[in-house]
């Protein structure tokens, strides 16, 4: 099979789906001998474009996992703006923070599909958690590098070995599930879905950093204390402030947090399907 560029498109606010997405995707590229060509599909700009792959094509698509499936409100733009040829192989991969992937690899896939991919691979990788310190920290590790080195090789023997290379499977006949619903420590549902960062104004200074960042564009660059539009938890304000001025405060999602600490410290496996 002639794969003439590898193509990285990842939806990655704080970076940790680009940095697993990139790895496969340049790894195996490397192997086969292609282009590696990026695509940061994390900002409302690009995600306004459509992009067309072709069959001689290697497409790697990644997306971190929001309550168990693919971003809501970035889901839209998957299905309006990346297509295959209807014969362009795919990779599959969803990042997520050590909970569980539950239908979001899954959703992947058989959106992959919809839009005239042909899946051959696909991956759940966990990557520490945007919402904490401590959940998954320091992954991914060696050890999951190790692993994603080897799920590359793989790939790039499927692509060059066979000239048909056989898609993943995936339950295609059930509907796809429901979110998961977040949970205080009480063990009854968190509801923070309004909640939007706090800005403490003794550290900011008004670099409009996080405005730039926000892949809502909700945050606004006059005044970057305010949350205008809709904000999906993402925490790259949180995370990339240089000077520490972002935060939430609110008490059920700092509760969920807590929630998540207490009872998903077990360190969890990478999935590789192909």
């Known amino acids: 099979m002639n794969i003439e560029k590898v193509y990285a ?22 192997r086969l001998g292609s282009d590696f060509i990026e695509i940061d599909y994390t900002s409302a700009e690009n995600r306004k474009n459509k992009y067309n792959f072709g069959k001689n094509d290697f497409v790697v698509i990644g997306t971190p ?42 959703e992947l896939i058989l959106l992959s599909e919809k839009n005239g991919f042909s899946p051959i691979a696909a991956a759940a990788v966990v990557n520490r958690h945007v919402f904490s310190e401590i959940l998954a920290a320091g992954r991914p590790d060696d050890t999951d590098i190790r692993e994603i080195r080897e799920f590359a090789d793989k790939i790039a023997v499927k692509l060059g070995k066979f000239s048909c290379a056989a898609p993943v499977a995936a339950d295609r006949e059930s509907e796809i599930g429901s979110y998961y619903t977040p949970l205080k420590v009480d ?3 968190a509801k923070f879905l309004h909640a939007k960062p706090i800005t403490d104004m003794k550290k900011c200074d008004s670099c409009g950093i996080c405005a730039d960042l926000c892949p809502m564009e909700s945050i606004s660059r006059k005044n970057t204390s305010e949350v205008n539009g809709i904000c999906i938890k993402c925490h790259a304000c949180i995370k990339k402030c240089p000077n520490g001025a972002k935060y939430f405060d609110n008490s059920d999602f ?21």
């Open 9 to 30: 498109v990842y939806f990655s606010p704080t970076g940790g789906t680009k940095k697993i997405v990139t790895m496969i995707a340049k790894e195996t590229a490397k």
């Open 187 to 189: 063990g009854m549902a």
């Open 65 to 106: 996992v929001y309550a168990g499936r693919i971003p809501n409100k970035i889901l839209p733009d998957l299905e309006a703006g990346i297509f295959g040829s209807g014969d362009t192989k795919a990779a599959a991969v969803s990042v997520y923070g050590n909970r569980n992937y539950d239908e979001a690899l899954r």
């Open 254 to 274: 700092l509760s969920h947090v807590k929630m998540l600490e207490e009872n998903y410290t077990i360190r969890k496996n990478n999935l590789f399907i192909l």
